[in-house]
């Protein structure tokens, strides 16, 4: 027998169209992702002061400042208090899962990815000319125009509306070939015309910005990690 399981609206769900749903809606790989996360954050313990706290930053990161405000956002969700606060407590239990899990590797997985993380500034002026590309690299080397005034002249890409000026930018960014040039320059340093796929590049590195292990690197990485075991579980899953 069909049973009617839900009304949104107009439209009654009944069960035997659940399954076609999830698949269309790409819900599975969702409640594939929750499963694993409770799994694993079932044995994680919180204090009833962190609960609190928990909720509160909940209800601020939400603009939730008022109870007309929480009842208005409970409506729009279709959720309860209770649920709302277990939803808080959940994304509590995460983090520290996420720091118990990965706290004592982070810092050893940051030095193996240090080069990939560092930062560059660089001028760029792209040409499909390769007389014009050498006459505005000789400009610029003989200091006759700055390379800002020259790339918003013939740059032919976007970089025209910067001035050339490109980044920040993580150094594994750009395309591979700008990026090894970037990785071996100084600071200042301008590259003559190469011809980089259907455009002659004229390069020059303004600033190298080092990855440092503060406190908002160590965390978008434990962050990186977790995805990365995530992904991972899920994996499992779907094979199986």
């Not at 740059?155 to 700008?178: C, D, K, N, R, V």
Request: proline letters at 4%; one cysteine or more; hydrophobic letters at 40%.
């Amino acid at each position: 027998m069909n049973v009617p399981i839900l009304q949104i609206g107009e439209k009654v769900l009944y069960a035997d169209e659940v399954p076609f749903l999830l698949h269309r809606y790409q819900v599975i790989p969702h409640i594939w992702r929750g499963i694993v996360i409770d799994e694993a954050i079932q044995d994680i313990y919180c204090t009833d002061a962190e609960c609190v706290a928990a909720i509160k930053d909940f209800e601020n990161k939400h603009c939730i400042t008022s109870e007309t405000e929480r009842q208005n956002w409970l409506n729009n969700r279709g959720i309860t208090v209770e649920q709302m606060q277990e939803l808080a407590i959940r994304n509590l239990k995460i983090e520290k899962f996420k720091t118990v899990t990965w706290e004592r590797n982070v810092e050893s997985y940051f030095l193996k990815r240090k080069a990939s993380l560092e930062q560059v500034i660089y001028s760029l002026i792209r040409h499909h000319d390769k007389d014009i590309a050498y006459e505005i690299f000789f400009r610029i080397q003989a200091g006759e125009q700055p390379f800002a005034e020259l790339a918003r002249e013939y740059s032919q890409g976007f970089e025209a509306y910067t001035g050339g000026m490109m980044g920040p930018f993580p150094l594994t960014h750009p395309h591979p070939a700008i990026s090894k040039l970037l990785s071996v320059s100084n600071e200042g340093q301008l590259w003559s015309p190469r011809l980089i796929g259907e455009w002659y590049v004229i390069l020059r590195l303004e600033k190298l910005l080092p990855a440092q292990f503060d406190e908002d690197m160590r965390q978008r990485l434990i962050n990186e990690l977790f995805e990365q075991w995530l992904s991972a579980e899920i994996q499992k899953i779907a094979k199986s």
